[in-house]
């Protein structure tokens, strides 16, 4: 039943977003250009006039030139005419290419303005809304929303401009000529404006659903050809099945995008078939008048009428076919708006201050009665975190321990404020964390996370990434210290070794070692370690754990552990079990106490003993 739930789903997400004041906000995006824009229509202008000019000068040639009244060719005034036109072509083609660069850099500025924008934007929202909304989606707003619009971006301007100096013109000369001509003319435009709207709409329906089925093509790409979703499908011999989930939205895209491309086909085409039908109605038109003498229309007043009516042809088809794609990219700028729009979950509050200018000491973190759910638990459900209240005093070693899925990696996002609490106040330096910046208060946290992730960059670029500034003996210190450095200097390119896509060729141990050196490097007064040695095996873990005990000198540290021998040390240790603080104290205490603590260690150094047996 899923495919067609997803596709009932889809049907609905496909309907474009709903945006309001939609051109208002998109002829604002011009406004930084407006002086370009400008230059752009002058120069339209005079490439209009200056292919009025030659059949002017034409005239001058047959009839001043070669064909003088007074007999004899004027050679000098045909030299002068003959130069004069090549003169003008050449000026033409100068401001062609003028104005195509100007309207290719507007178009191609606003679009890249729509980017940064788009992609600023995506970065200030919260970590909740990267966990629930697919990678490929995310992506393809950007690259193929935006890429989308960015023909429409570019054209447009030149292309409204340009037919629409050339139709006043026409329509002027027409009227000129014979001004009820020219109504009759003029009287197919309504139905045609109206059909073209009717077109447009659907044109924007189906544009927005092969948005959306693009935006599905990444998202397969983005998941199945990453590392870890190839491994998974080589692992499973999936690839066929992947294959074929591609291939039928790929079937779906394409035709979806012969839909879009056929559904304005016929509207030209009878378009074309009135256009090229008015000459003949306008004789009709002519005869009529003639016969019922209402005028005096000449033969020549006709040629000359249907002539500059069918020149007219070109350009309204133009303009209609720019209005054709406005209204289609309407439906992706509702999507680009429609992101942009997303209020991030948690942002700084009006007048937040610095974490330097919070009342109690740096280093000081509190959970006051914190409770929490991720955002699609239900509110009757077992929240992840039930009324957790400890402190930690600057300098102190605190650590969590309790089973998988306790809550502790989550109690670490709520620190520095990744997620928010449901109820309860998490306090930094003595200060709510909704009341400080969310850049202050990371400017003094060093977080390394359960699963290290290293950009594709040599590892001294992943090192600085902590700290742009740091010098080549600070980076080597702080390896010296994570115990990595030997490794290190051990490989073939040392520090400028590439780490690889998401660090594949670096076990699983050296990258947590490096995540260790890269939090080192940037030197904060608080460190939260999730699972920092788990990865690691008992050797290396012992090395590992000396680094972090030297790191942990002078520094709050919030340390959660798998292995217990790693947390003995710690000032405070609190087990969390099912959301809740279910004891704290130090080791002895809690052994002595003889609650989960006890049992848990107890079952650890059996699981070692059978190791070692
Ligand atoms: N993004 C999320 N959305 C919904 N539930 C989550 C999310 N992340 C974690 N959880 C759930 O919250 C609970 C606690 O997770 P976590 O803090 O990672 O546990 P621990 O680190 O103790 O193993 C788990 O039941 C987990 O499934
Ligand atoms: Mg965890």
């Known amino acids: 039943m899923r495919p067609i739930d997803e596709r009932a789903q889809r049907e609905q997400n496909a309907q474009a977003p709903r945006v309001e004041n939609l051109g208002r906000r998109v ?9 370009r824009i400008g230059v752009t229509a002058v120069l339209v202008m005079l490439g209009a006039a200056l292919g009025v000019i030659p059949p002017l000068i ?14 004899g060719v004027q050679l000098s005034l045909l ?9 003008l072509y050449v000026g033409s083609a100068l401001v062609g290419i003028l104005q195509t660069w100007l309207t290719a850099s507007v178009g191609n500025r606003v679009t890249g303005d729509l980017r940064i924008r788009m992609f600023e934007h995506l970065q200030s929202m919260e970590l909740g809304f990267f966990t629930r909304t697919k990678t490929g989606v995310i992506q393809s707003r950007l690259q193929n929303d935006v890429g989308g619009v960015s023909g429409v971006l570019t054209s447009t301007v030149t292309s409204i401009l340009g037919n629409t100096v050339t139709v006043i013109a026409s329509v002027v000369a027409m009227a000129l000529i014979d001004w009820r001509l020219t109504l009759i003319a003029l009287a197919i435009m309504p139905p045609l404006i109206f059909v073209q709207r009717r077109v447009g709409q659907v044109r924007a329906r189906i544009a927005s659903q092969t948005q959306q089925s693009l935006s599905e093509l990444t998202a397969i790409t983005q998941e199945t050809l990453s590392v870890s979703g190839i491994l998974l499908s080589k692992a499973f011999n999936r690839q066929r099945t992947e294959s074929g989930r591609y291939a039928d939205e790929n079937a779906n895209q394409i035709a979806l995008q012969v839909r879009q491309t056929m559904s304005g086909q016929g509207f030209f085409a009878v378009v074309h078939v009135l256009m090229s039908s008015v000459p003949a109605l306008i004789y009709l038109a002519a005869g009529v008048l003639i016969v019922g003498d209402v005028g005096d229309i000449t033969a020549g007043a006709i040629v000359a009428f249907t002539t500059v009516q069918a020149r007219l042809l070109m350009p309204l088809t133009s303009l209609m076919r720019v209005a054709l794609e406005v209204q289609t990219s309407a439906a992706l700028f509702a999507r680009i708006f429609e992101y942009l729009d997303l ?60 089973p998988s899925g306790a809550g502790k990696t989550t109690v670490l996002y709520l ?70 450095h030997d490794k290190i200097v051990s490989f073939d390119r040392g520090y400028d070794t590439i780490a690889g896509e998401r660090g594949y060729r670096l076990s699983g141990g050296e990258k947590q070692r490096i995540a260790i050196a890269r939090v080192l490097l940037k030197d904060p007064p608080i460190l939260l370690l999730d699972e920092a040695t788990s990865a690691l095996d008992t050797v290396s873990e012992r090395v590992v754990q000396e680094a972090i005990d030297e790191a942990q000198r002078g520094r709050t540290t919030v340390t959660i552990a798998h292995r217990l021998s790693t947390v003995i040390d710690a000032d405070v240790i609190h087990v969390l ?32 003993r059978t190791i070692e047996e």
Not at 79 to 87: D, K, N, R, T, Y
Not at 580 to 602: K, N, P, Q, T
């Open 27 to 35: 002829v604002a995006l011009f406004r930084p250009y407006r002086a």
């Open 58 to 71: 034409i005239q001058r040639v047959f009839d001043d030139a070669l064909f003088p009244a007074s007999g």
């Open 79 to 87: 030299s002068w005419l003959v130069a004069l036109m090549i003169g």
């Open 343 to 402: 209020k991030p979950a948690i942002s700084d509050r009006e007048g937040a201050i610095s974490a330097d200018e919070a009342p109690g000491p740096m280093g000081r973190i509190e959970f006051r009665d914190v409770t929490f759910r991720y955002p699609d638990q239900t509110p009757d459900s077992h929240p992840t975190l039930d009324r957790v209240s400890f402190t930690a005093e600057p300098g102190q070693q605190i650590a969590f321990v309790g």
């Open 415 to 484: 620190t520095p404020r990744m997620y928010e609490a449901s109820g309860g106040a998490v306090l930094f330096a003595g200060a709510d964390v909704r009341d400080l910046t969310a850049e202050s208060i990371i400017d003094h946290v060093g977080l390394v996370s359960q699963e290290t992730y290293l950009f594709h960059a040599s590892i001294r670029e992943n090192l600085r990434y902590a700290k742009p500034d740091a010098t080549d003996e600070q980076i080597e210190r702080a390896c010296r210290q994570a115990n990595i």
């Open 577 to 608: 079990d099912e959301g809740r603080i279910a004891e704290s104290g130090s080791h002895d205490e809690l052994i002595a106490r003889g609650g989960l603590y006890a049992a848990l260690a107890a079952e650890q150094l059996a699981a070692t």
